[in-house]
Protein backbone atom coordinates (compact mmCIF):
# COMPACT_ATOMS: atom_id res chain seq x y z
CA UNK A 1 0.00 0.00 0.00
CA UNK A 2 1.41 3.07 -1.18
CA UNK A 3 0.78 6.67 0.97
CA UNK A 4 -1.74 7.88 -1.18
CA UNK A 5 -3.72 4.63 -1.12
CA UNK A 6 -3.23 4.81 2.97
CA UNK A 7 -4.79 8.29 2.67
CA UNK A 8 -7.50 8.06 0.33
CA UNK A 9 -8.56 5.09 2.45
CA UNK A 10 -8.10 6.09 6.02
CA UNK A 11 -9.33 10.00 6.73
CA UNK A 12 -11.44 10.81 8.45
CA UNK A 13 -11.85 13.82 10.66
CA UNK A 14 -11.40 12.85 14.05
CA UNK A 15 -9.05 14.38 16.82
CA UNK A 16 -8.19 10.70 17.44
CA UNK A 17 -6.95 7.76 15.24
CA UNK A 18 -10.16 6.00 13.99
CA UNK A 19 -10.99 2.80 16.03
CA UNK A 20 -13.23 1.58 14.50
CA UNK A 21 -12.82 -0.65 11.25
CA UNK A 22 -16.32 -0.18 9.80
CA UNK A 23 -17.66 2.74 8.48
CA UNK A 24 -15.89 6.48 7.99
CA UNK A 25 -17.20 8.98 10.72
CA UNK A 26 -16.07 12.55 10.87
CA UNK A 27 -16.16 15.83 13.48
CA UNK A 28 -14.76 19.37 13.04
CA UNK A 29 -11.32 18.89 14.61
CA UNK A 30 -9.28 19.83 11.91
CA UNK A 31 -7.05 16.72 12.31
CA UNK A 32 -7.39 14.19 9.66
CA UNK A 33 -6.85 10.85 10.79
CA UNK A 34 -6.60 7.01 9.54
CA UNK A 35 -8.50 3.44 9.49
CA UNK A 36 -7.48 -0.16 8.35
CA UNK A 37 -7.68 -0.62 4.94
CA UNK A 38 -10.59 -2.40 3.25
CA UNK A 39 -11.34 -5.94 3.64
CA UNK A 40 -8.31 -6.26 5.86
CA UNK A 41 -8.52 -8.23 9.53
CA UNK A 42 -6.76 -7.49 12.20
CA UNK A 43 -4.83 -10.46 11.56
CA UNK A 44 -3.87 -8.79 8.77
CA UNK A 45 -2.39 -5.92 9.86
CA UNK A 46 -0.69 -6.70 13.61
CA UNK A 47 2.37 -8.01 13.86
CA UNK A 48 5.45 -6.90 13.34
CA UNK A 49 7.34 -5.02 10.73
CA UNK A 50 10.81 -5.98 8.68
CA UNK A 51 11.40 -3.22 6.02
CA UNK A 52 14.58 -1.82 6.86
CA UNK A 53 15.00 2.08 6.46
CA UNK A 54 17.21 5.00 7.61
CA UNK A 55 15.70 5.52 10.93
CA UNK A 56 14.89 2.38 12.34
CA UNK A 57 17.55 -0.34 12.84
CA UNK A 58 15.84 -3.53 12.91
CA UNK A 59 18.04 -6.96 13.74
CA UNK A 60 17.20 -10.40 14.52
CA UNK A 61 14.28 -10.10 17.37
CA UNK A 62 14.35 -6.17 17.87
CA UNK A 63 13.24 -2.80 16.02
CA UNK A 64 14.93 0.44 17.05
CA UNK A 65 13.02 3.91 17.10
CA UNK A 66 14.86 7.08 17.66
CA UNK A 67 13.12 9.65 19.37
CA UNK A 68 14.18 11.52 16.20
CA UNK A 69 12.52 9.02 13.67
CA UNK A 70 8.81 9.42 14.98
CA UNK A 71 6.22 11.56 12.94
CA UNK A 72 5.79 14.90 13.92
CA UNK A 73 2.97 16.88 13.66
CA UNK A 74 2.80 20.15 15.44
CA UNK A 75 -1.41 21.91 14.55
CA UNK A 76 -0.52 25.01 16.95
CA UNK A 77 -2.95 23.77 19.71
CA UNK A 78 -1.09 20.02 19.71
CA UNK A 79 1.99 18.94 18.72
CA UNK A 80 2.47 15.19 18.75
CA UNK A 81 5.19 12.82 18.07
CA UNK A 82 3.98 9.64 16.75
CA UNK A 83 6.07 6.26 17.25
CA UNK A 84 3.58 4.40 14.40
CA UNK A 85 1.77 5.55 11.71
CA UNK A 86 -1.08 7.71 12.36
CA UNK A 87 -2.92 10.88 10.87
CA UNK A 88 -0.45 12.28 7.76
CA UNK A 89 2.31 10.54 8.97
CA UNK A 90 2.56 7.40 7.15
CA UNK A 91 5.09 5.15 7.16
CA UNK A 92 4.86 1.72 5.96
CA UNK A 93 7.54 0.30 8.41
CA UNK A 94 6.18 1.97 11.55
CA UNK A 95 2.38 0.53 11.64
CA UNK A 96 2.16 -1.26 14.90
CA UNK A 97 4.08 -3.31 17.65
CA UNK A 98 2.13 -6.75 17.61
CA UNK A 99 -1.76 -5.23 18.81
CA UNK A 100 0.27 -1.82 20.21
CA UNK A 101 -1.54 0.10 17.37
CA UNK A 102 -0.93 3.67 18.19
CA UNK A 103 1.98 5.30 20.89
CA UNK A 104 1.79 9.56 20.54
CA UNK A 105 3.93 11.96 22.83
CA UNK A 106 0.90 14.53 23.13
CA UNK A 107 1.05 18.32 24.43
CA UNK A 108 -1.74 19.90 24.35
CA UNK A 109 -2.24 24.31 24.85
CA UNK A 110 -3.95 25.61 27.35
CA UNK A 111 -7.02 25.39 27.01
CA UNK A 112 -7.46 23.60 23.92
CA UNK A 113 -8.32 20.06 23.08
CA UNK A 114 -9.95 17.34 21.01
CA UNK A 115 -14.06 17.75 20.83
CA UNK A 116 -16.39 15.05 21.43
CA UNK A 117 -15.31 12.13 18.88
CA UNK A 118 -16.09 8.30 18.26
CA UNK A 119 -14.26 5.35 19.11
CA UNK A 120 -15.55 1.68 18.85
CA UNK A 121 -13.31 -1.73 19.33
CA UNK A 122 -10.05 -0.15 21.26
CA UNK A 123 -8.79 -0.48 24.33
CA UNK A 124 -7.69 3.34 25.04
CA UNK A 125 -4.94 4.34 27.41
CA UNK A 126 -3.96 7.60 28.51
CA UNK A 127 -0.91 8.41 30.65
CA UNK A 128 -0.41 11.80 31.84
CA UNK A 129 3.26 13.12 31.82
CA UNK A 130 2.06 16.77 33.26
CA UNK A 131 -0.67 19.32 33.91
CA UNK A 132 -4.66 18.57 34.19
CA UNK A 133 -6.48 16.67 31.17
CA UNK A 134 -10.41 16.81 31.71
CA UNK A 135 -12.28 14.09 30.64
CA UNK A 136 -16.13 14.14 29.41
CA UNK A 137 -17.75 10.71 27.55
CA UNK A 138 -21.23 9.18 26.15
CA UNK A 139 -21.18 7.26 29.52
CA UNK A 140 -22.01 10.00 31.93
CA UNK A 141 -18.39 10.32 32.99
CA UNK A 142 -16.53 13.71 33.57
CA UNK A 143 -13.03 13.87 35.33
CA UNK A 144 -9.58 15.48 35.22
CA UNK A 145 -6.76 13.09 35.12
CA UNK A 146 -3.27 14.53 35.79
CA UNK A 147 0.87 12.81 36.37
CA UNK A 148 0.23 10.08 38.60
CA UNK A 149 -3.16 8.46 36.99
CA UNK A 150 -3.74 6.37 34.68
CA UNK A 151 -6.68 6.50 32.45
CA UNK A 152 -8.36 3.23 29.88
CA UNK A 153 -11.29 3.10 28.08
CA UNK A 154 -12.69 -0.07 25.99
CA UNK A 155 -14.66 1.38 23.02
CA UNK A 156 -16.59 -1.84 22.35
CA UNK A 157 -19.54 -1.48 20.82
CA UNK A 158 -18.83 2.60 20.85
CA UNK A 159 -18.31 5.57 22.81
CA UNK A 160 -18.18 9.07 22.19
CA UNK A 161 -15.63 11.14 24.43
CA UNK A 162 -13.63 14.47 24.69
CA UNK A 163 -10.39 15.28 26.21
CA UNK A 164 -9.27 18.93 27.05
CA UNK A 165 -6.67 20.74 28.95
CA UNK A 166 -8.49 21.90 32.03
CA UNK A 167 -5.57 24.69 32.14
CA UNK A 168 -6.40 28.02 31.13
CA UNK A 169 -2.21 28.89 31.17
CA UNK A 170 0.03 25.45 31.25
CA UNK A 171 0.41 22.94 28.88
CA UNK A 172 -1.01 19.15 29.62
CA UNK A 173 1.57 16.53 28.28
CA UNK A 174 0.49 13.08 27.75
CA UNK A 175 0.84 9.48 26.24
CA UNK A 176 -1.80 8.47 24.61
CA UNK A 177 -1.88 4.45 23.68
CA UNK A 178 -4.23 2.52 21.67
CA UNK A 179 -3.97 -1.65 21.50
CA UNK A 180 -6.21 -3.81 19.42
CA UNK A 181 -8.85 -5.73 21.66
CA UNK A 182 -8.78 -9.64 22.11
CA UNK A 183 -12.65 -9.28 22.09
CA UNK A 184 -15.10 -7.97 19.78
CA UNK A 185 -18.02 -5.28 20.62
CA UNK A 186 -17.82 -5.39 24.74
CA UNK A 187 -19.81 -3.59 26.46
CA UNK A 188 -18.01 0.26 26.86
CA UNK A 189 -16.28 0.78 29.90
CA UNK A 190 -14.12 4.05 31.56
CA UNK A 191 -11.70 3.27 34.77
CA UNK A 192 -9.10 5.46 35.80
CA UNK A 193 -7.00 4.99 39.13
CA UNK A 194 -3.72 7.20 40.86
CA UNK A 195 -0.66 5.36 41.47
CA UNK A 196 1.74 5.28 43.72
CA UNK A 197 5.38 7.06 42.20
CA UNK A 198 6.98 5.30 45.57
CA UNK A 199 5.84 1.80 43.73
CA UNK A 200 8.47 2.55 40.63
CA UNK A 201 11.12 4.02 42.43
CA UNK A 202 14.05 0.83 41.51
CA UNK A 203 11.10 -1.31 40.67
CA UNK A 204 8.69 -2.28 37.93
CA UNK A 205 5.45 -0.92 38.80
CA UNK A 206 2.73 -2.54 37.02
CA UNK A 207 0.23 -0.42 35.78
CA UNK A 208 -1.74 -2.30 33.65
CA UNK A 209 -2.91 -5.87 32.71
CA UNK A 210 -5.15 -8.23 31.38
CA UNK A 211 -7.26 -9.36 35.11
CA UNK A 212 -9.26 -6.42 36.88
CA UNK A 213 -8.11 -8.31 40.28
CA UNK A 214 -4.43 -7.29 39.47
CA UNK A 215 -2.79 -4.51 39.68
CA UNK A 216 -3.25 -1.61 38.14
CA UNK A 217 -6.28 -1.01 35.61
CA UNK A 218 -6.75 -3.83 33.22
CA UNK A 219 -8.10 -4.26 29.12
CA UNK A 220 -9.74 -6.67 27.31
CA UNK A 221 -6.07 -8.32 26.19
CA UNK A 222 -2.89 -10.26 26.77
CA UNK A 223 -1.00 -7.46 28.12
CA UNK A 224 0.85 -6.11 30.55
CA UNK A 225 2.26 -2.34 31.18
CA UNK A 226 4.55 -1.11 33.75
CA UNK A 227 6.17 2.07 34.56
CA UNK A 228 9.95 2.57 35.91
CA UNK A 229 11.74 5.83 37.83
CA UNK A 230 15.66 3.91 38.29
CA UNK A 231 18.26 5.78 39.86
CA UNK A 232 21.92 5.69 37.89
CA UNK A 233 23.26 1.97 37.69
CA UNK A 234 20.07 0.27 38.91
CA UNK A 235 19.01 -2.52 36.80
CA UNK A 236 16.23 -4.93 36.87
CA UNK A 237 15.38 -8.38 34.93
CA UNK A 238 12.00 -8.04 32.87
CA UNK A 239 10.24 -11.75 33.00
CA UNK A 240 7.96 -11.70 30.16
CA UNK A 241 4.34 -12.71 31.08
CA UNK A 242 2.96 -14.51 28.37
CA UNK A 243 4.86 -17.20 25.45
CA UNK A 244 3.81 -15.28 22.23
CA UNK A 245 4.21 -12.03 22.91
CA UNK A 246 6.72 -8.95 22.31
CA UNK A 247 7.66 -6.37 24.39
CA UNK A 248 8.15 -2.47 23.74
CA UNK A 249 9.89 -0.10 26.10
CA UNK A 250 9.62 3.26 25.60
CA UNK A 251 12.33 5.52 27.38
CA UNK A 252 10.59 8.65 29.22
CA UNK A 253 13.70 10.39 30.14
CA UNK A 254 17.58 10.22 30.68
CA UNK A 255 19.65 6.98 29.65
CA UNK A 256 18.95 2.80 29.95
CA UNK A 257 20.56 -0.29 28.23
CA UNK A 258 17.81 -2.80 27.54
CA UNK A 259 19.63 -6.00 26.48
CA UNK A 260 22.35 -4.46 24.27
CA UNK A 261 20.90 -1.78 23.36
CA UNK A 262 21.18 2.04 24.42
CA UNK A 263 18.08 3.73 24.72
CA UNK A 264 18.37 7.86 25.06
CA UNK A 265 15.32 10.09 26.22
CA UNK A 266 12.14 9.24 24.10
CA UNK A 267 14.03 6.66 21.99
CA UNK A 268 11.64 3.44 21.22
CA UNK A 269 12.76 -0.38 20.97
CA UNK A 270 10.44 -3.10 20.60
CA UNK A 271 11.72 -6.72 21.18
CA UNK A 272 10.47 -10.33 20.56
CA UNK A 273 10.92 -13.79 21.02
CA UNK A 274 12.69 -13.70 24.13
CA UNK A 275 11.37 -15.21 27.95
CA UNK A 276 13.87 -12.00 29.78
CA UNK A 277 15.35 -8.60 29.10
CA UNK A 278 17.82 -6.89 30.88
CA UNK A 279 17.25 -3.37 31.70
CA UNK A 280 20.16 -0.94 33.09
CA UNK A 281 19.88 2.40 34.01
CA UNK A 282 23.16 4.47 32.75
CA UNK A 283 21.86 7.36 34.45
CA UNK A 284 18.69 8.64 36.69
CA UNK A 285 15.85 7.44 34.26
CA UNK A 286 12.21 6.81 33.48
CA UNK A 287 10.82 4.39 31.18
CA UNK A 288 7.61 2.74 29.89
CA UNK A 289 7.24 -0.89 29.31
CA UNK A 290 4.71 -2.35 26.99
CA UNK A 291 3.91 -6.27 26.49
CA UNK A 292 1.60 -7.33 24.08
CA UNK A 293 1.03 -10.17 22.06
CA UNK A 294 2.51 -9.94 18.79
CA UNK A 295 -0.26 -11.86 16.81
CA UNK A 296 -4.18 -11.31 17.78
CA UNK A 297 -5.68 -14.37 19.64
Known amino acids: MDRKDFLKKGFIGTGIFAATVSGLRSIANGIEELQPLEGMSLNDIVGFNHIKNTKSRIMENTVFHPADSRGDANHGWLHSKHSFSFANYYNPERMHFGVLRVLNDDQVAPGMGFGAHPHDNM ?175
Open 123 to 297: EIISIPLSGDLEHKDSMGNTTVIKNGDIQVMSAGTGIQHSEYNASKDKEVKFLQIWVFPNQQNVTPRYDQITLNPADRKNKLQQILSPDAADAGVWIHQNAWFHLADFDKDHQETYQMKAAGNGLYVFNLKGNIKVGDTQLSTRDGLGIWDTKEILITAESDAEFLLMEVPMQVS
